[in-house]
């Protein structure tokens, strides 16, 4: 099992920034990448950024040169800075993470978990 808490959502203006953090906890070692995703009012929710154990990082266009995502090994904790935040940012978002775990007889069995979410209010 694994367990994401979420922590560093807020109000922020635009142009502002703010930094999401991402604390796993459990089977942490079994975890192959982490992510966020967000997901505004009647939308559907949506990548915004991913990151692997070997480092590789993928980001939807929207944000792409505006977010980091980085990680700390030592703290099992992932984050996402925010940068140049617009109003078509507030959403919540949410911690993600792809586990896989081999049993006894080698089988890859994949594992995903989801944070609880946090606010990110960005008003026009």
């Known amino acids: 099992q694994v367990q994401l808490v979420e922590s560093g959502g807020g109000l922020v203006q635009p142009g502002g920034s703010l930094r999401l953090s991402c604390a796993a906890s459990?089977?942490?070692?079994?975890?192959?990448?982490m992510g966020w995703y967000r997901q505004a009012p009647g939308k559907q929710r949506e990548l915004v950024a991913t990151?692997?154990?070997?480092?590789?990082?993928d980001y939807a266009d929207s944000v792409k040169g505006r977010f980091i995502i980085s990680r700390d090994n030592g703290k099992n904790t992932v984050y996402l800075q925010m940068n140049a935040l617009k109003p078509e940012d507030t959403a919540v978002y949410y911690c993600?993470?792809?586990?896989?775990?081999?049993?006894?007889?080698?089988?890859?069995?994949?594992?995903?978990?989801w944070g609880q979410g946090t606010q990110v209010t960005v008003p026009s």
């Open positions: 993600h993470a792809d586990a896989v775990r081999t049993t006894g007889w080698g089988l890859e069995v994949p594992y995903e978990y």
């Open positions: 459990g089977s942490t070692g079994d975890i192959t990448t």
């Open positions: 990151i692997t154990n070997g480092g590789s990082t």
